[in-house]
Nanobody
Framework: QVQLEESGGGSVQAGGSLRLSCLVS????????LGWFRQATGAKRELVAA????????WYGDSVKGRVVIFNDNAKKIVHLQLNNLTPEDTAVYSC??????????????????????WGKGTLVTVSS
């Protein structure tokens, strides 16, 4: 079994920044992708960013491109999500997901083209104007 634990959420004013972290524990796999997704009240869940642990390929959601960076520390099994220049529209529950079987050269987008296999409980980000 895999456990994902998010941290780093909280309240911030518009224009501010936050760094979210997702710690992976339990059973591990060699070829995976980790992704951050968000869901605002009344909205569908959407991809924020994802990264392949096989070759470092990254994917970003259209609504956050240029304001978000995803990066990982494989040795510590942590994936970080740096959120910059936040707006009230970024207010949502941010969740970390893991997909297995993501190999070198993968092009399909995790969580968009196929489902994630494991999910964390999420962390709330609130951006005030």
């Amino acid at each position: 079994q895999v456990q994902l634990e998010e941290s780093g959420g909280g309240s911030v004013q518009a224009g501010g920044s936050l760094r979210l972290s997702c710690l992976v524990s339990g059973r591990t796999f060699s070829s995976v992708a980790l992704g951050w997704f968000r869901q605002a009240t009344g909205a569908k869940r959407e991809l924020v960013a994802a990264i392949s642990w096989s070759d470092g390929t990254t994917w970003y959601g259209d609504s956050v491109k240029g304001r978000v960076v995803i990066f990982n520390d494989n040795a510590k099994k942590i994936v970080h999500l740096q959120l910059n220049n936040l707006t009230p529209e970024d207010t949502a529950v941010y969740s970390c997901g893991l997909a297995r079987g993501v190999y070198v050269g993968a092009t399909r987008v995790p969580g968009v083209d196929y489902d994630m296999d494991y999910w964390g409980k999420g962390t709330l980000v609130t951006v005030s104007s």
